[in-house]
T-cell receptor, first 114, second 115 residues
């Protein structure tokens, strides 16, 4: 089966610009998660979709971040306008089931805001 | 609230030596516990998981971890390190949040294997 894919792998933008990250989960996985890792720190939860609905968005930093999952398939995470502190690696993961299911991760998008 | 503490952001071992990566968790209820590994420029991959039952869990690539409730620990071990084990390792805890799992990760431990 195809794994979780993320695009782009790297993005360098200037402060104030907009960036959209995309994640394609494993087909059939209802759960889609976004995480972020800032340099050297822990991998932090951002939000969780179940199909097209936001199950938990408690980790979203502020209203400059907007996540969508149209039709319950792929997801996008838009940052507008980007700030320096948004730099980091954004991971997407998907899973089947509700509890104790392993997360399948994409390779991440490394975002650098200058 | 749940949290995960990984002791040592960097660990170096000689090839063939024992690997021990430490993880402690805090949780008010019994958690599910995971270890993930990240190789350079890749996403995280599951090494092993503990849900219920046997407290010694075996994973891929010869790794295993033991759940010790009394110590709130879930340390990762491997008897003999290989060069290919050089990677970053993440301990994670999962709790039930509204009927779905919410996974919290530690800060990671980079393992260096010295030839």
């Amino acid at each position: 089966e195809a794994g979780v894919t993320q695009f782009p792998s790297h993005s360098v933008i200037e402060k104030g610009q907009t960036v959209t990250l995309r994640c394609d989960p494993i087909s059939g996985h209802d759960n889609l998660y976004w995480y972020r890792r800032v340099m050297g720190k822990e991998i932090k939860f951002l939000l969780h979709f179940v199909k097209e609905s936001k199950q938990d968005e408690s980790g979203m930093p502020n209203n400059r971040f907007l996540a969508e999952r149209t039709g319950g398939t792929y997801s996008t995470l838009k940052v507008q306008p980007a700030e320096l502190e948004d730099s980091g690696v954004y991971f997407c993961a998907s899973s089947q089931g509700r509890l104790n299911s392993p997360l399948h991760f994409g390779n991440g998008t490394r975002l650098t805001v200058t | 609230a749940q949290s995960v503490t990984q002791l040592g952001s960097h660990v170096s071992v000689s090839e063939g030596a024992l690997v021990l990566l430490r993880c402690n968790y805090s949780s008010s209820v019994p958690p599910y516990l995971f270890w993930y590994v990240q190789y350079p420029n890749q996403g995280l991959q599951l090494l092993l998981k503990y849900t219920t039952g046997a407290t010694l869990v075996k994973g891929i690539n010869g790794f295993e971890a033991e759940f010790k409730k009394s110590e709130t620990s879930f340390h990762l071990t491997k008897p003999s390190a290989h060069m290919s084990d050089a990677a970053e390792y993440f301990c994670a805890v999962s709790l039930n949040s509204g009927g779905y799992q919410k996974v919290t990760f530690g800060t990671g431990t980079k393992l260096q294997v010295i030839p």
